[in-house]
């Protein structure tokens, strides 16, 4: 449910007048573009390649949110070389000029790629289920990100919770772990999303 919070989120702030950029940083498997019903005339492999600029690539969605689109079915993308990933990180900050809020789109799992633009985000926001399996991998995210950061906030987003006694619940769960094996990391409430049948993740 990652891509369905933040191109949500995307939105809800460009609706409050925030000029909001959305990087789908699932660069293997990008989707984003797909929830935002836009249709891109080229994406992030176009820059890895030298190509294209970021801001070629740029486009526009819902309320005037902008999209910077990942890559889909390239297998090569999930595993950029640290001078590709310095080359779109200059990109973004010619972007950042004209931006007042940049959302970035992760993929799962806690692989080097990912962990690398973790340690850089200003705020993190966690998105899991009450699934013990799904609890696991947030903690797993969670204390990954605390060996590279030290002491930080992460926001929790609970999804597909079937009622509130089960959000909290779950809530409690990963919040008690953490507070227990690793207190230099904050952890908040920040939402919940109930179960909806009619949108499957």
Not at 63 to 90: I, T
Not at 138 to 148: E, N, P, V
Not at 160 to 173: D, G, H, T
Request: glycine share 6%; with cysteine; net charge negative.
């Amino acid at each position: 449910g990652k891509t369905i919070v933040t191109t949500n989120l995307a939105v809800a702030l460009a609706r409050e007048r925030l000029r909001v950029l959305l990087f789908d940083a699932d660069l293997g498997l990008a989707n984003a573009h797909l929830l935002l019903g836009v249709h891109p005339s080229g994406d992030i492999a176009s820059v890895v390649g030298g190509e294209r600029s970021m801001a070629e690539i740029v486009v526009e969605g819902p309320e005037g949110v902008r999209l910077v689109p990942g890559g889909s079915g390239m297998s090569e993308l999930a595993e950029l070389k640290d001078w590709q990933l310095r080359r779109m990180a200059v990109q973004l900050r010619e972007l950042e000029r004209d931006t007042d809020v940049i959302l970035i789109d992760l993929s799962a799992g806690i692989s080097p790629q990912v962990m690398r633009f973790l340690a850089n985000a200003h705020e993190v926001i966690v998105v899991t289920t009450p699934d013990v399996t799904a609890l696991l991998d947030a903690y797993a995210t969670i204390k990954c990100m605390a060996k590279d950061r030290g002491a930080f906030r992460v926001h929790l987003v609970i999804n597909r919770a079937r009622n509130e006694q089960e959000s909290s619940l779950a809530f409690e769960k990963l919040a008690t772990v953490v507070a227990k094996h690793l207190p230099q990391v904050g952890i908040d409430r920040f939402a919940e999303i109930p179960q909806n049948w009619y949108v499957q993740n």
